[in-house]
């Protein structure tokens, strides 16, 4: 071996490995973070959510026995409010949410092969009774009893859900009983005596869940990169298209409903709060001494912020506008940055750079 | 993951498969050579290199590959796509040319891995069916242009690795057992239920000749990955799926009457985090190296007593092939590549802007 090569070598891998972080962080930062971000966001998500379920499933039952247009405008009403609800918990990608079959259960998209509205045509076309009661729905495949599901029921054709004793109403409710249940179940799972907060708030001893409390803390960072990939990739860059021509404005999430810019706010405001609640990723990158990446940090979620505030009209219209793509690409543009400043600077600086093949699963 | 199609349409138009001389000249051992997959800031390639990690060839793929398959009789080398994908790049190695990309049959998805026939006329391929979540081997005819000419059962859910016996007819197939849909991203559907297996099959005719389990109490821990001794011996790399404090043996072994699991020290299972990525042997067939890019780790086995040897710590190391010399493996993981043994570890390259991805194999 030539000395020079390897001379080379051990001072780019001294260089790759120097984690500022290792010394400053300790364990405690660490299992503050994860402990902080559980009670006072993941938690108060998912009552929200488990409320809105249940408030939206008694709604609905009360307006299909007596379909009035006020009854129809409170159910349309709450159906939203249960989305916000779920816009808030869809970046927390990790615990109950991930058992089998993962958060397509509450909302399978993308569909990208139109699993769903196949089933759903089907099932509306034959008035397959096996669906108005949760029980069994919850018995047949997912997109039939998801939150797409509900927003196809009750936005393709808003106007026979008044119609007297409608299965289209019926159906409704169905979906939303079981979503009220998965969303209790949800609930349940973190805050059961040995549930997930559990897990993560004694995660430094070793729990079934995590071998550690940087594994604990890695949740939540992973968590904040997929969930801003996912925007990036699925909830903008699909629907956008190469180009104008290959702009699918069917593509956006939540289109029927005009709402897909409303859930990506709601993402983001989520992913914001972890990292500006007291004990959150901006504090943990301080703890650091890291100033810089912090605010680094503050200054691109301002401005995604802000840029987000700027679009008023539904995003599947704005696809198809040569002159909104521009600030479409801008917006997608500033997620990317995002993403690229969390997943290699603020990583690297609080000390949890997730392994490549370490969290491949194969 | 920031690679889209997007991305992937210019770097196509731009892209032709280097071919640089090594810079540096003091080889090892002047034929052996090793290929991997890795990501290059936000692109996928498949990269040959020599001992002294210089790159001789870069072949771009679409998306992250996974495995690689070699036929010397003819020298072709396979690139398949990670799981749930559906390409696979065919390389000519003397000509450095990429000679075909295959897909997947519509409704199915390659595994990740795949092995020739010792003649080279036939490529077989780990897949899924996705109506009937079964595992599927895919028999592909080389000289008909890797046309798919015969699909077997695989035995089980989630075929991962197989390779050939030495005995030229028979494949050994690692029967993950854990159900994945692509319509549900890569979540397991199936961990109260799963129940992986080693299968051993007729290559000819598809026939399971047997098929083994792990005690039923051992049914989450997962088979995967495998490396075959030339006596026929079989050691597979696991992946356990059950509670994380549940310390577990992750080097399961077969001789011909069923899988027994190797005792393994406390302090290496809680070390690897329930999670072994690959798995060889040195070129003695002595010695048994298996990577855990969790536990950012190698440990070395005794191919015999299949007792421990030894450990070397490699930051993300998943990639791990056979080296020159009786005793020796190569290593990759993050940017780098390293020379080990299982008592010593050298550094052998640094590549910039590289994540090394998970297996690596030796070329003739």
């Known amino acids: 071996m030539n000395w020079l090569w390897i001379g080379t070598t051990l001072i780019c891998a001294a260089l790759h490995t120097a984690p500022a972080s290792a010394d400053v962080l300790k364990q405690n930062d660490y299992v503050q973070f994860a402990n902080a971000l559980t009670d006072t966001i993941v938690i108060p998500a998912y009552e929200r959510f488990a409320i809105e379920t249940a408030v939206l499933n008694e709604t609905l039952v009360g307006f299909c026995a007596n379909p009035t247009p006020e009854g129809a405008k409170a159910s349309f009403d709450r159906f939203h409010d249960t989305m916000d609800a779920w816009a808030r918990v869809q970046p927390l990608l ?141 909830k903008l860059d699909r629907p956008l298209g190469l180009t104008l021509d290959s702009a699918r404005s069917a593509r956006a999430e939540s289109w029927r409903s005009a709402r897909s810019f409303r859930n990506i706010q709601l993402n983001f405001e989520t992913i914001t709060a972890l990292l500006s609640a007291p004990s959150g990723l901006n504090d943990l990158t301080r703890k650091a001494q890291k100033p810089d990446t912090a605010a680094a940090l503050a200054q691109l979620t301002d401005k995604i912020r802000e840029n987000l505030s700027r679009f008023e009209q539904p995003l599947s219209a704005l696809v198809s506008d040569a002159n909104a793509r521009p600030k479409l690409e801008a917006l997608l543009t500033s997620f990317r940055d995002l993403q690229s400043l969390i997943q290699d600077r603020v990583a690297r600086d609080v000390g949890l750079v997730p392994g490549f093949n370490a969290t491949d699963g194969d | 993951m920031f690679t889209s199609r997007r991305m992937f349409l210019s770097t196509l138009a731009a892209a032709t498969l280097t071919s640089s001389l090594p810079t540096i000249t003091f080889a090892r051992n002047g034929g052996s050579k090793w290929m991997a997959c890795r990501k290059v800031g936000n692109t996928f390639q498949a990269t040959l290199l020599n001992g002294n990690g210089a790159i001789l060839m870069d072949v771009p793929l679409p998306a992250r590959g996974h495995g690689l398959a070699t036929s010397s009789a003819r020298d072709h080398l396979v690139i398949f796509a990670r799981r749930p994908g559906t390409f696979a790049i065919i390389v000519e190695l003397t000509s450095h040319t990429i000679v075909q990309e295959i897909t997947a049959s519509a409704g199915r998805h390659f595994y990740g891995h795949g092995c020739f026939s010792q003649d ?245």
Not at chain 1, 126 to 145: F, M, P
Not at chain 1, 187 to 203: E, F, M
Not at chain 2, 327 to 335: K, P, T, V
């Open chain 1, 94 to 234: 990790f615990g109950p949410i991930m058992n089998a079959p993962g958060p397509a259960r509450i909302q399978f998209w993308p569909d990208k092969r139109g699993t769903g509205q196949r089933h759903l045509r089907r099932v509306l076309g034959s008035q397959d009774a096996s669906v108005l009661r949760a029980e069994s729905l919850a018995t047949k495949s997912i997109a039939l009893g998801d939150l797409q599901a509900l927003e196809y029921v009750m936005f393709d054709n808003p106007e026979a859900l008044l119609s007297p004793a409608s299965f289209r109403c019926a159906y409704a409710s169905a979906i939303a009983n079981l979503q009220r249940s998965r969303a209790a179940t949800l609930l349940q799972d973190w805050t059961k005596p040995d549930g997930y907060r559990t897990q993560v708030i004694n995660a430094a001893e070793g729990t079934d869940a995590f071998f550690d409390e940087r594994e604990a803390a890695s949740a939540y960072l992973n968590s904040i990169i997929s969930a801003l990939e996912i925007i990036r990739l699925q």
């Open chain 2, 120 to 364: 080279g006329k036939f490529l077989y391929t780990t897949e899924n069916d996705l109506e009937s979540g079964n595992g599927v081997i895919g028999v592909r005819d080389v000289e008909n242009g890797y046309a798919l000419v015969a699909s077997h059962a695989s035995g089980g859910i989630g075929p991962h690795e197989l390779a050939l016996m030495p005995d030229g007819k028979t494949l050994a197939i690692a029967n993950g057992g854990i159900l994945t849909n692509p319509e549900l991203e890569r979540a397991k559907l199936n961990l109260d239920t799963m129940a992986p297996s080693l299968v051993l099959m007729n290559r000819i005719n598809g026939h399971i000749a047997s098929m083994h389990k792990l005690a039923p109490e051992l049914h989450q821990l997962s088979v995967r990955h495998m490396s075959i001794a030339p006596t026929g011996a079989i050691v597979l790399a696991l992946q356990y799926e059950g509670p994380k404090s549940h310390r577990m043996s992750l080097l399961a072994t077969f001789e011909g009457n069923g899988l027994t699991l190797a005792d393994a020290p406390e302090t290496l299972t809680r070390a690897m985090r329930n999670y072994a990525g690959s798995i060889v042997h040195d070129p003695s067939g002595q010695i048994i190296g298996m990577t855990s890019p969790r536990g950012n780790l190698v440990s070395f086995w005794d191919a015999n007593s299949h007792t421990l040897l030894g450990q070397q710590t490699m930051r993300d190391v998943c990639g791990i092939a056979p080296g020159d010399m009786p005793g020796e493996f190569i290593l990759a993981g993050g940017s780098e590549t390293m020379n080990a043994t299982p008592l010593s570890l050298s550094p052998s390259g640094t590549f910039a802007d590289t994540q090394w991805d998970n297996h690596m194999v030796p070329v003739a």
